[in-house]
């Protein structure tokens, strides 16, 4: 191979060794998936609502934002359970730009991933230790997945990811909720053939070992819009699609049928401010429709201290520096008002 090689990094038990966690956050942990697992299943009509900044770029800014969000969570617990995102990996296009916390922990400094596994840890214990919140991450990288498979509520499969055998296998795995984005293309039955992959039963490599999963089946969609052959963007979060996607979780005979609305990236056209237009939207669907309302379980939204987004270095407290976010007062608004139409 055209690379070299540095040093050797931790293993996650070592990390885990090194950054234990105490029973009692464990049993923080434990508790809100049994309650997440349960919304899932259809056993609790509470909505998700898996939100916060689109990339967990400083320990800090996110820390302020989760302390509010407890706050407001604690308003709306009755109709709403909340999952802040603690996104500590970015998926970039081309490949160039911040690739999230795990990279750099110092979004100005050069990558140091000895210092991004210890980050990435830190921040999701101190989540929990500090406001309650146990958090979600995307699975951008499978084998990476037991630095914090102990502190995680939910897991997300990018549109990129999908379609990727490793990222399925593993997906069937995981103890608890993982959702697979319909792939940038838009295909439904791709997504729907990642969750069926993760509902069943693999034996596969994993972090050099033979392993054989059991399944995952809470395993389920994610729609986040799609983009057109000239790159142009498409949502499908409307009526007729939420209506399709019930049509082929029928037809795949999957057990769960569920779907997460991501309100942001190809939905709102990359505009964070359409975000809450396109909540109310599908609650409206939802209204209209029974089985599209057994369906739709919640919604991802990217939201943090300030409005939009801006360079690395821009100077600005709590404000993006990859995809432009919904900022905390208008956040606040938007969650209030879905509990008052729940």
């Known amino acids: 191979m055209r690379m070299e090689f540095t040093r050797k990094l931790p293993i996650p038990m070592e990390c885990k060794e090194m950054y234990p966690l105490s029973a009692q956050l464990a049993q923080i942990v434990d508790e809100r998936a049994v309650e997440l697992k349960r919304i899932f299943t259809g056993e609790s009509d509470k909505m998700v609502l898996i939100i916060g900044p689109c990339s967990a770029d400083r320990e800090d800014a996110v820390m302020d934002y ?16 909340i999952v802040p995102r603690i996104y500590t990996n970015k998926p970039r296009t081309t490949g160039a730009g911040y690739k999230g916390m795990l990279h750099q922990p110092d979004p100005e400094a050069k990558p140091d991933l000895f210092k991004g596994i210890v980050a990435i840890r830190q921040l999701h214990m101190r989540a929990l230790a500090e406001t309650g919140f146990s958090a979600a991450d995307e699975m951008l990288y499978p084998e990476n997945y037991k630095y914090l498979d102990d502190v995680l509520a939910y897991s997300a499969i990018g549109a990129r990811s999908v379609e990727n055998q490793q990222h399925r296998l593993t997906a069937s795995a995981v103890d608890g909720p993982v959702g697979m984005k319909n792939p940038t293309s838009g295909n439904l039955t791709v997504m729907m053939n990642a969750i069926s992959a993760a509902q069943q039963a693999h034996s596969f490599i994993y972090r050099g070992w033979e392993g054989h999963s059991v399944g995952n089946p809470l395993a389920h969609a994610i729609l986040r819009g799609y983009q057109g052959k000239g790159g142009e963007m498409h949502p499908n979060y409307h009526y007729e699609d939420l209506v399709l996607t019930a049509r ?19 939905n709102s056209r990359k505009d964070p401010f359409q975000q809450p237009f396109i909540v109310k939207d599908v609650l409206a669907s939802c209204e209209r429709n029974e089985e599209v309302k057994r369906l739709v379980k919640g919604f991802m939204i990217e939201s943090y201290l300030e409005d939009g987004n801006q360079p690395v270095g821009g100077g600005v407290y709590g404000k993006s520096i990859t995809d432009a976010c ?13 509990a008052d139409l729940l």
Request: charged letters at 35%; glycine letters at 2%; aromatic letters at 6%.
């Open 66 to 81: 989760l302390m509010r969000l407890r706050d407001l969570a604690d308003k709306v617990s009755d109709k709403i359970f």
């Open 248 to 266: 082929l979780y029928d037809e795949a005979d999957l057990i769960n049928p569920a779907v997460i609305v991501d309100a942001n990236h190809c």
């Open 326 to 338: 919904l900022g905390w007062e208008k956040s606040e608004r938007l969650v209030l008002e879905i």
